[in-house]
């Protein structure tokens, strides 16, 4: 069964720092990895798609990139903003179910 | 752990008729369940937030009238795609807020939905 799991759990950076956060899934037959933005009582917001075909995808401030052969993905924040704080989920798509990953809670210190 | 249920798995059904997907918090109460589709190889897209004993809200895009939400007790919600046509065909995922206050989202298994 696929397992997803997210590291850190939390963390907390003072503004304009770069950040990365890490994601790691233990079955590399996948469809596809997304991450997302979560806010407070609000449904998920979908940040980057990567095809598992693919190695990065790039949206703005947001670099992801995809190593499936490791089972890993890390999403890149450039130049953070206190605007970013949120919780970001990655899942990973096997064409028949979604798995999530337990979460990185981040907030930017202004 | 908190566990999302959805029925059905998958559904088949002609164009034109109607078809229902539950979804079932388990083991705790959801005053807040989300909607979200996702079309072949394109990102999971939020549809609509259903609160209990209220109107469900809509994303921009969204046609209400078309994907009716019921939210009638804190552990179910539905979903009606009315009058099904094939580009409504996707996968229908549900998710469901715990009323503990951290906000955390319990994602069901998904509903493959297939129009012909």
């Known amino acids: 069964k696929q397992e997803v799991t997210q590291i850190p759990a939390a963390l907390s950076v003072p503004e304009g720092e770069n950040l990365v956060l890490n994601c790691s899934f233990t079955?590399?037959?996948?469809?596809?990895l997304q991450w997302f933005r979560q806010d407070p009582g609000k449904g998920l917001t979908s940040l980057l798609l990567i095809q598992s075909s693919q190695r990065e995808q790039t949206s703005g401030r947001l670099n992801a990139s995809l190593d499936k052969s490791s089972g890993r993905s890390t999403l890149y924040i450039a130049a953070s903003q206190p605007g970013d704080s949120a919780t970001y989920l990655c899942?990973?798509?096997?064409?028949?179910?979604?798995?999530f990953g337990t979460g990185t809670s981040l907030t930017v210190i202004p | 752990g908190a566990v999302v249920s959805q029925h059905p798995s998958w559904v088949i059904c002609k164009s034109g008729t109607s078809v229902k997907i539950e979804c079932r918090s388990l083991?705790?109460?959801?005053?807040?369940m989300f909607w979200y589709r996702q079309f072949p190889k394109q990102s999971l897209m939020l549809m609509a937030t259903?609160?209990?004993?209220?109107?469900?809200?809509?994303e921009q895009g969204v046609e209400k009238d078309k994907f009716l939400i019921n939210h009638a007790s804190l552990t179910l919600s539905t979903l009606t795609v009315t009058s099904a046509h094939p580009e409504d065909s996707s996968f229908y995922i549900c998710?469901?807020?715990?009323?503990?206050?951290?906000?955390?989202?319990?994602f069901g298994p998904g509903t493959r939905l297939t129009v012909t």
């Open positions: 899942a990973v798509d096997t064409g028949n179910q979604f798995y």
């Open positions: 079955d590399s037959a996948i469809y596809n």
């Open positions: 998710s469901a807020e715990g009323t503990s206050g951290s906000y955390e989202q319990y």
């Open positions: 259903s609160n209990e004993g209220s109107k469900a809200t809509y």
């Open positions: 083991d705790f109460q959801a005053t807040t």
